[in-house]
């Protein structure tokens, strides 16, 4: 239980960390530039790792099935919708709206124990939890920090729209 | 509207992602989960990129080495994130996830880290993060 809720976190930090990292390269390059390096370089760490924890056991796929190839796809996708999403919103509310949907996701492919995954029964908690937390991400992303820091803020936002979806 | 139905779908992918990842992982194991699931996003990638040839190839020599290999970060989140799927269940490793993620991204503005314009916390981020940690509590009520 405390080891998922760690790992959940490093997770979350190395996400903040690189979506200012993926943001000074978009700030020089593009938006598929900036996502095409980014694959790559996830590609090849994740390749690293895999021959140094299990040698040439890393190839060895079993239970391999065909669309598993194509999970890629959805990450594309994100970045899709990202930039089309900050293009028409702004990036702040649209960053929003993005943490938002996550969530309420999580929470219906939780209660469904969709693709093999172990179901997590819905009840009340979880939708107050997820509610709550909702609210705090709305007041964190759209609460005045003054109207110079506002306009900082979205800014920022602006320049870290498509890092959120390259990981 | 448009806008926001952008919106919501992508951050729909975001969570699928992570949820294909954890499924596919426990087929083939999560190293190799990572490194298909990033492989064939590349190659997508770069076929876009070949099309739309939105960059220019330049620009990558004006960015510092350091943040070109910020990709690399993804092996150790995408494996981070399907451990806590596996372990915790969806709602509560994304619920983690965005607190660390959003505090991450605060601590580096307003310590202005990585040459970012610093930026002063405020009162509503800090309810906001407070927010946050209280719903992930009611959660394991």
Known sequence: MIIGIILALVAGALVGLQNIFNSKVNEHTGSWSTTTLVLGMGFIASLIMGLITQGTGMFTLQHMQPWYWFSGVIGVGVVICLVQATKLLGATFAIAIVLTSQLGFALLWDSLGWMGLEKVPFNLNQLLGVLVIVGGILVFKLGGRGEKGGQETAAADKKRQTALGTK | ?141
């Open chain 2, 1 to 141: 509207m448009k806008g926001i139905i952008f919106a919501f779908i992508g951050g729909a992918c975001i969570t699928l992602q992570g949820v294909a990842n954890a499924r596919i992982s426990q087929d083939i194991g999560t190293w190799q989960a990572a490194t298909i699931t990033q492989l064939t996003g590349f190659i997508m990638a770069l076929a876009i990129l070949l099309f739309v040839r939105d960059g220019k190839k330049q620009g990558f020599k004006k960015v510092n080495p350091l943040y070109l290999t910020g990709g690399a970060l993804a092996a150790f989140i995408i494996f981070s994130e399907v451990t806590a799927i596996q372990h915790v269940g969806v709602t509560l490793t994304i619920s983690a996830l965005l607190i660390a993620q959003l505090f991450m991204t605060f601590m580096i503005d307003s310590n202005g880290w990585f040459g970012v314009v610093k930026q002063k916390m405020r009162l509503p981020q800090f309810i906001g993060i407070g927010m946050m940690i209280a719903g992930v509590l009611i959660l394991k009520l």
